[in-house]
Every structure is written in C-alpha cells, then in structure tokens.
C-alpha cells in the first residue's frame, strides 16, 4: 500500500466539504452516545452492524435526512473506526495499560471522512469529482496503482488535503549487506552512535518559544467569539504546523542520511510516554517515536534493516 496526499485549491466551494466535515463529526457524536446508552441499558457493547442498520433507517427520517450528504460508505467507516477504538480499550483494559474509552469531539475540532469505491472520481489533470462537485488540487506527482480509498481531511488553518490509499505492486527490495550502527536516545544530544558519530537535533519548539508565547498573549487578549480572535488562533495554528514541518524536514533527512549509510541499524526501545511524563516539553521536542516510523519506511525502501534493542537489555555493559 503507498500513500499520496495533495492539497486542495482554496475555493469557496470548499465550504461544502467543510460542511460535510461537520455532518461526519455529528454521526460520530451520535454512534459515541448510543454506545454509550446501548452499554448503559444491558451492560454490553453494541454491535457495529446493529449500528450501521440503525444509521440506515436514520437516514430515512426527515430529521436525520441530511445524513445523506456524507454517503453510505463514509458513515460506514466512521462506525468501523468506532468499532476498532473500542477494541482497543478493552484489549488495554485487560493488560492493565492506562486506557480511556472513545469520547466525544468538538465538531469544529472533527477532521475527516474517508471514502470507498463511491462518492468520487478522478478527472483529467488535477482535478476531482467529490459528491457531483469538482475540486482542484495540487497534483505534484502521478497516482500509481489501484485507489482503494480517499481520505478527506482539514488542518486547523482550515486547508483541505486529499489522502489516496493505493495498491501497487512494489518490487520487493532485499537486505544489503555493509556497515552497522547502534543508536542511544538521549537527552544532551538527539542520537548517541556506536561509532562516535553522535547527532545533535535543533530543538525547533525551543527555538520558536518565544514567538509562541506572543502568539498566545495575543490570542488571550482577543474577545471571545470575535473575528480577531479567529485570526489569531490561525496565526497561532500556523506557527505550530510550521514548527512541525521542520521537525518532519529534519526526520527524514536524517533518515536518508542513516539508511544510505548503514545496513543494519540498532535503536533502543524506549517508553517514550513515560520520558513525557519525566522529562516533558524536550522528549515531545524531539519527536523520538515519529522518527522511528519514518527511519523504518525509508530502511524498507532501501533495503537497510531497522532492529530494535529491548529497553532492559544491559547494552552499557557490552
């Protein structure tokens, strides 16, 4: 499976996928509260297909007609991701992990829907038909393979991007053989390496702090409700998406560098939500666990291997 994702033009039209949006953040709120009432009344979870049929004749009703505008595939989906959230808490539940149930959400907080086969279709050049209307995007490379769905999805700036899911047929890349490397996360310093090549990381959150805290006194100034303080939630919104970007600029970078350079790399296996709760703002500064997602994609494109040390094992004695 490969991922492409490309941003919408911004358009008045876009309002309408906004709106969508919104509806799909409602159905989700309402699946939340009958589960919550179906395991109040019999003191079990209530099946995923009793709901989907439920929200089926919902549709029919006058007042929930405008479920319709999501699509029957896309409120099928909200329902599995539902499903699956709740799977999780119980499996957490039984081993003990520190678990919540899913909850409500703000719809304006609410960010995407997903469609299957229907509710779309791919145009000529860079544009797309999303429930009989037609959207452009930035197209900055070609769709390979066959699209099983597509995900739309707003950031908090209020911009729109297009997920596509496909399935293609990737050639299978086999293990290299070279140099091997082991890794230490650490504190002082991002990366310390076996061979001394220790990596440093800009801590773009530190280096940003105060331009943050201005953001923020402005923001708490603002009237609520008011147009200004809309604005200075986006300006603030901006800052830390740009914050972000430069963080997944250096990750990846960093990730080429290491898989081109390395056949084997070991990395520790860390509990990265228990060094929050130590060490706070640096570790999430960091972005320690992002970066393992993205070193292990790219070592698979290479071919390098990625394999991860148990957090107990007494590696400083060896």
Avoid at 134 to 151: A, C, L, P
Avoid at 243 to 253: A, L, P, V, Y
């Amino acid at each position: 499976m490969k991922t492409y994702c490309f941003k919408l033009y911004k358009a008045k039209r876009n309002r309408k996928l906004h709106k969508v949006i919104n509806i799909a953040g409602i159905i989700y709120n309402h699946c939340i509260a009958l589960h919550k009432r179906y395991y109040r009344l019999f003191k079990k979870s209530l099946n995923i297909y009793k709901l989907q049929k439920h929200l089926t004749k919902l549709k029919k009703i006058g007042k929930f007609s405008y479920f319709k505008e999501v699509g029957s595939q896309a409120i099928q989906d909200i329902t599995q991701r539902i499903d699956r959230a709740y799977k999780l808490f119980f499996r957490n539940l039984k081993h003990k992990i520190r678990t919540a149930p899913p909850s409500f959400k703000k719809i304006r907080k609410y960010k995407s829907f997903t469609l299957k086969q229907a509710g779309w279709k791919l145009l000529k050049s860079n544009i797309i038909e999303i429930n009989k209307q037609k959207y452009k995007y930035f197209k900055s490379r070609d769709i390979e393979g066959i699209v099983k769905t597509i995900t739309i999805k707003r950031d908090t700036l209020g911009d729109i991007y297009l997920y596509f899911v496909c399935e293609t047929n990737e050639n299978k890349v086999l293990a290299r053989t070279g140099k091997s490397v082991g890794y230490d996360f650490g504190l002082k310093q991002f990366l310390t390496a076996s061979d001394n090549e220790d990596i440093k990381a800009p801590l773009f959150f530190k280096q940003n702090a105060n331009d943050i805290k201005k953001a923020n006194r402005i923001l708490s100034r603002k009237k609520k409700t008011s147009n200004h303080r809309r604005l200075a939630k986006i300006a603030l919104a901006r800052l830390h998406k740009k914050i972000s970007n430069q963080r997944k600029d250096f990750h990846f970078k960093l990730a080429n560098k290491i898989c081109s350079e390395y056949a084997l790399i070991c990395i520790e296996d860390l509990n990265i939500k228990g060094m929050q709760k130590r060490w706070g703002r640096k570790i999430s500064d960091y972005g320690f666990s992002e970066f393992i997602k993205i070193l292990e994609y790219k070592a698979r494109e290479i071919g390098s291997i990625v394999q991860k040390i148990d957090r107990y094992y007494p590696s400083s004695q060896i």
